[in-house]
T-cell receptor, first 110, second 113 residues
Framework: GEDVEQSLFLSVREGDSSVINCTYT??????LYWYKQEPGAGLQLLTY?????DMKQDQRLTVLLNKKDKHLSLRIADTQTGDSAIYFC??????????FGAGTTVTVRA | NAGVTQTPKFRILKIGQSMTLQCAQD?????MYWYRQDPGMGLKLIYY???????DKGEVPNGYNVSRSTTEDFPLRLELAAPSQTSVYFC????????????FGSGTQLSVL
């Protein structure tokens, strides 16, 4: 199957860490991605991880991959108001196609 | 570079009308895609192209057509608009396809009434 699932909403206090979770189904996915969508804008690639990696860190972002459970997470340290957005998990399902989750709306409260 | 440019940003159509959503990229990308985004759902692939003159169907192609006469442009055509086509449409491109790092346009919000 090609279903990517993620929770729809997350509320976090400014300065705390955010953790967004995702499960995917295609064990042959080469890459897994996190895209960010701000209001009224298109999606922007935030980070990605190659399937043979367990973890990737990029400044405030940490991606964890558990291939056995087909579970992907994105941790945002020191969450800021500018991190309020919709975050999409995506898996590669072929040479040039992605399957996206429904998106997690992250709201950062003061 | 402008990246991926979509026009128009908003459009209201009556049932049965036709229109073309324009998409252009100036990054010399080979791969281009059309997605639709419905509330509470992930993006669904409508059509994609791996190069000029080559197009193929995605998950939800019914009611749409595309063409790719140049590397830069990838228009999406709706022939007989239906309320089910009310959605936000995104065009995207990538250089090689295999690494699937997509660059997205800002979207077209379409309402069919």
């Amino acid at each position: 199957g090609e279903d990517v699932e993620q929770s729809l909403f997350l509320s976090v206090r400014e300065g705390d860490s955010s953790v967004i979770n995702c499960t995917y189904t295609d064990s042959s996915s080469t890459y897994l991605y996190w895209y960010k969508q701000e209001p009224g804008a298109g999606l922007q690639l935030l980070t990605y991880i190659f399937s043979n990696m367990d973890m990737k860190q990029d400044q405030r972002l940490t991606v964890l991959l558990n291939k056995k459970d087909k579970h992907l997470s994105l941790r945002i340290a020191d969450t800021q108001t500018g991190d309020s957005a919709i975050y999409f998990c995506a898996e590669s399902i072929g040479d040039y196609k992605l399957s996206f989750g429904a998106g997690t709306t992250v709201t950062v409260r003061a | 570079n402008a990246g991926v440019t979509q026009t128009p940003k908003f459009r209201i159509l009556k049932i049965g009308q036709s229109m073309t959503l324009q998409c252009a990229q100036d990054m010399n990308h080979n791969y281009m895609y059309w997605y639709r985004q419905d509330p509470g759902m992930g993006l669904k692939l409508i059509y994609y192209s791996v190069g000029a003159g080559i197009t193929d169907k995605g998950e939800v192609p019914n009611g749409y057509n595309v063409s790719r006469s140049t590397t830069e442009d990838f228009p999406l055509r709706l022939e007989l608009a239906a309320p089910s086509q009310t959605s936000v449409y995104f065009c995207a491109s990538s250089l090689e396809g295999r690494d699937e790092k997509l660059f997205f346009g800002s979207g077209t919000q379409l309402s069919v009434l």
